[in-house]
C-alpha cells in the first residue's frame, strides 16, 4: 500500500507528539502550513489549552505580504507569536515541526521566533 504525503506527515507528527510534550512551564509552539495559510500556536498540552496564536488569516499579519504561504509570510508568523507569547509571560518552548521537514518555512520561523527572544 502507497502512502501519500499527508499520510506520511501524519505519521511523523504522531511519532514526534510521543517525545514532545508541553507543560505550563515549557508550552509547545506548533506550526502548520496548509495550500493557503502558515499557523502556528503555543499549547500547554497538560490543560489542553491554546495560550497564544498567529496566522497569516489575520488582517494584520497579511497585510503587505506578496504570498500567504511563503518563507516571509512564515518569519512574520514566527515573529507575532513570538511576541504574544512573550506578552503572555511565556519564554521558554518546545518547538514542534507537525513531522515537517526543519527547513524552508519551518525553519524561518522558528529563527524569527528565536530574534524575537524566545527559547527553545
Known amino acids: ?10 505519521k511523523r ?3 514526534l507528539r510521543r517525545k ?3 507543560s505550563a512551564q515549557r508550552p509547545r509552539l506548533m506550526f502548520f502550513r496548509s495550500l493557503h495559510h502558515v499557523y502556528a500556536c503555543v499549547i500547554d498540552d497538560e490543560v489542553g489549552r491554546t495560550l497564544v496564536a498567529a496566522s497569516t488569516r489575520e488582517s494584520e499579519i ?4 506578496g504570498s500567504l504561504t511563503n518563507r516571509e509570510a512564515a518569519a512574520r508568523v514566527g515573529r507575532i507569536v513570538a511576541e504574544r507569547a512573550l506578552a503572555a509571560g511565556i519564554v521558554s518552548v518546545v518547538f514542534d515541526t507537525s513531522g515537517l521537514q526543519y527547513h524552508g518555512r519551518v525553519a524561518a520561523l522558528a529563527d524569527a521566533a528565536r530574534e524575537a527572544k524566545l527559547e527553545f
Do not use: T
Open 1 to 10: 500500500m502507497k502512502f501519500s504525503r499527508a499520510s506520511a506527515r501524519r
Open 20 to 22: 514532545i510534550f508541553g
Open 13 to 15: 507528527h504522531a511519532r
Open 62 to 65: 497579511a497585510e503587505g505580504l
